[in-house]
């Protein structure tokens, strides 16, 4: 199978003219042969604007993947529903708990899903939630909840349950869309908290290959410590990937960093980055 995967919210553009950038991200994902979904909705203020820019209309869009529970990938979830009517979402059972980040200084911002589920099942959305991987479409499948076995992910330590600091969120729902191509597998990311390594991992484990083309989406290595990307670079450098599209929280000096050891491999991917796989 072939898709067609463009970036329609991510925190920076590229050259498509009016086009809005917000700290988040979603792709829609658009398969040769089957209906289209998105990955993801982004914050809310950007996502049809920009898909009407790039002349992608959303009104068809009956699925709905949220990667996890933060407020970056699910805002835009309420405005899709008013404008493009119901949809089916798919995430893990986690995805409405409380979420929190807590600076150093001690400042506590609410990062949850903006919105509660009766709110958006009264806005018709139809919630498919499941902690397990499954098959979402012929060749394309969730990965369900990762297990976190790597011992050098330990992913970031600013994610709480409360404001009290006391209750640390390793983001259990995050999860990562698969897509089977003739080139190999494709790995959509949302924020990737699991830790790229150990979604990789789970991948192997999950669908018994290992052949990963290409990796989309938010990596959050702009949020880890040195010795996670130390890691994780010496892991992607091992395992022939030939394509990765890094955004969001991935961050700047990260994606420096990446571009630099994987030169032939790295690449940003920005709002209208588009990807024929
Ligand atoms: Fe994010
Ligand atoms: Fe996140």
Redesign the pocket.
């Known amino acids: 199978m072939t898709f067609r995967i463009t970036v329609l919210c991510e925190n920076t553009v590229g050259p498509i003219s009016g086009t809005l950038g917000e700290h988040?991200?979603a792709a829609l994902i658009e398969p040769a042969n089957g209906e289209p979904f998105l990955f993801d909705t982004g914050q809310g203020a950007t996502l049809l604007h920009n898909a009407r820019r790039m002349n992608k209309d959303l009104a068809s869009i009956r699925k709905v993947v949220i990667s996890h529970g933060?407020h970056?990938?699910s805002g835009g979830l309420l405005p899709l529903l008013q404008e493009c009517g119901p949809s089916r979402i798919y995430g893990h059972p986690e995805i409405f708990a409380p979420r929190f980040r807590v600076k150093d200084n001690g400042e506590c911002i609410s990062i949850g899903i903006p919105r509660n589920q009766s709110a958006l099942k009264d806005a018709g959305a139809i919630f498919d939630l499941s902690p397990d991987f499954r098959e979402i479409a012929p060749g394309m499948f969730l990965t369900g909840e990762v297990p976190r076995s790597v011992p050098f992910e330990i992913g970031d330590r600013g994610l709480f349950s409360d404001c009290t600091s006391q209750r640390p969120d390793s983001t259990p729902d995050d999860q990562s869309l698969i897509l089977e191509t003739g080139k190999g597998l494709v790995l959509v990311l949302?924020?990737c908290h699991a830790g790229l390594v150990n979604t990789l991992e789970h991948v192997a484990h999950t669908m018994g290959r290992r052949d990963v083309h290409t990796i989309i989406g938010?990596t959050h290595l702009g949020f880890c410590g040195k010795e996670q990307i130390d890691n994780t670079i010496s892991v992607l450098k091992k395992s022939g990937i030939r394509k990765l599209a890094a955004s969001?929280?991935t961050g700047f000096a990260a994606s420096a960093r990446l571009s630099h050891e994987l030169p032939k491999v790295f690449q940003p991917a920005h709002v209208g980055y588009t990807l024929e796989v």
Request: aromatic share 10%; proline share 0%.
């Open positions: 988040g991200f933060h970056d990938h949302g924020c938010g969001h929280c």
